[in-house]
Structures are given as C-alpha cells and as structure tokens.
C-alpha cells in the first residue's frame, strides 16, 4: 500500500509523461524518488545561488558612483529581500 506524502500529494501521477519522460518501466515509486532527487538539486541550487548573492552583499562597500546611489541601493535591498526569503536554505 501506498501512503501519500506531503511532498508528493499534489502532483498526479501521468504514467504517459513518466513513461515518455523515463522510460517504460516507469512506476509510481519511481516517480516519488524523481521529485525529491529535482527537489533536492534545486535545493542544492538556491544554496548556491545564496550564497554568491550573500558574498556579493558583503563585499559591497557603498555606491559606486554617488550619481548610482538610488539604484545600488535599489539592488542591495532587493538582494537582502531575497536573503531574507531565503534564510532557511543555508
């Protein structure tokens, strides 16, 4: 017997696209163990992705140009929103 799972619950199960996507032998199991190895790469790459945002944040020492100002401090706050957003993924 299977048991649903929060994390496979919402998608339906399309043996076609299972099947054009991996093969024939594609089971429902099989699919389970796909979403969480892409949900795992994909967490693996918000890691990353933090963290250069997070190194770039840092080095950043004020505008470059005084001209610039509004916009640098646009980008800063948007890279902060999204190292706040973010935060659980480190």
């Known amino acids: 017997m299977n048991t649903p799972t929060p994390r496979t619950d919402a998608y339906e199960y399309d043996a076609g696209w299972a099947a054009a996507r991996y093969g024939e032998r594609w089971k429902p199991m099989d ?26 944040a840092d080095e950043q020492n004020g505008a470059p140009l005084e001209t610039r100002r509004d916009e640098w401090q646009a980008a800063m706050d948007e890279a902060c929103d999204a190292l706040a957003a973010t935060q659980g993924a480190k």
């Open 31 to 56: 699919f389970a163990r796909a979403l969480e190895t892409e949900l795992t790469v994909e967490r693996e790459k918000v890691k990353l992705l933090r963290s250069a945002l997070e190194n770039l």
